[in-house]
């Protein structure tokens, strides 16, 4: 017998400790360890309970533990977990309707993270130029500063060097533009570019929301040149912004579309959606995963998007938008010291660090945390918050009043 399958394992206490002495450290996990959640509350190991407003980085859309999701997945963990893709299965050709049904798309293809949607959205584009027009319409236009995946190819065509360094060489012919810059598109995207990838509302990138008029000249680009748009809605997707994806708000509808994050409110799934035209391209064989799609994912996938995808939902999700912002606004009038701005949409903000404070959005988080309220970052200038798309007026309320608390102790301390 294995020493290492001593049967103690599953039972031995574990703690933040533990992550250091087991995991590979990709990551710098809070000191707290969280056990149990509900809706925006969450409570860690010492029982302290904390105010979610980082939804798992804009994950869990419908909170912790929705009784509606729940239930779902009880009902189908008893019924069907696993097929390989030798075979269909009815939760996720319900969840293909769907979603053809509420957007653009005449098809959908299923995976297991945003990662897998780009990859899979990227290799589409590649595939149906060199199928029309041949090898030589290759290149990839992207934003700096974007973020689309930690695949080679993703974190390629994402436009960080913080993400791609030491993993040269890279996946040749992708280049960058400045977000938001008409001019460079007009200069980048010529006859040889299979594909233009924009999120937009850039969230790692600091939480920048497109302007109307770049995404309309990105489309009219694209028509140009007859490169496909592929727009990234891994974040600001499934209701974010108040609408049920963003292109909805601006108008302008791509040729592809990837989600994933709140697709799932936390059970792995991601999808790429698109045209006929573009899906013809990938043919039997060409692409696939072992679970993309599988009973589990698409039942709770389809479960959150019938939940979402609801007038009053969405209509919901705006008025506490517009109650989150003037909130921050206000903090950020009362703290000038340390932010400048709130910027975003919908209820995917971030509050943009004065010049006394930059490179210090972790401190504020980490003061944050500390007062009972739990926020990302988006580099070191940027605080982000995504709560929970069911979040409440007395939520927001709370949330100001533990912000508040947070910046007295630092500004205190400094």
Known sequence: MNAKLDSTVTTRPVTRQTFDEVLVPTYAPSAMVPV?????????????????????????????????LVEALTKQANTLWHLGNGYTNEPVLRLALALTEATFADRAFFCNSGAEANEAALKLARKHAHTK?????????????????RTLFT???????????????????????PYNDIEAA???????????VVEPVQGEGGVVPADADFL???????????????????QCGMGRTGDLFAYMGYGVTPDILTSAKALGNGYPIGAMLTTNELAKNLGVGSHGTTY????????????????????????????????????????????????????????????VVAEGFKGRSKDIQKAAEAQGLMLLIA??????????LIVSDAQIAQADRLLRAALDDLLKAA
């Open 133 to 149: 027009f041949g090898a030589q319409k290759s290149r990839i236009v992207s934003c700096f500063h974007s973020f689309h995946g």
């Open 155 to 177: 974190v390629s065509v994402g436009g960080q060097a913080k993400y791609t360094e030491g993993f040269e060489p890279l996946p040749p012919s992708i280049d960058h533009i």
């Open 216 to 234: 309309k000249e990105l489309r009219a680009l694209c028509d140009k040149t007859g490169a496909v748009l592929i727009f990234d809605e891994v």
């Open 379 to 388: 580099g070191t200038e940027v605080v982000r918050l995504a709560p929970a």
């Open 292 to 351: 993309g799609g599988n009973p589990m994912a698409a039942t709770v996938a389809l479960n959150v998007l019938e939940t979402i995808n609801q007038p009053a939902f969405l209509a919901r999700v705006k008025e506490a938008s517009k109650n989150l912002v003037a909130t921050l606004q206000k903090v950020v009038a009362d703290y000038p010291q340390v932010f400048t701005t709130v910027r975003g949409s919908g209820l995917l903000l971030g509050m």
């Open 36 to 68: 149990r959640g509900a809706g925006l509350d969450l409570w860690d190991q010492n029982g302290k309970q904390y105010l979610d407003f980082t939804s798992g980085i804009a994950v869990n859309s419908l909170g912790h533990c929705h009784p509606v």
């Open 186 to 196: 007009q200069m980048a995207i010529t006859d040889d570019v299979c594909a233009v």
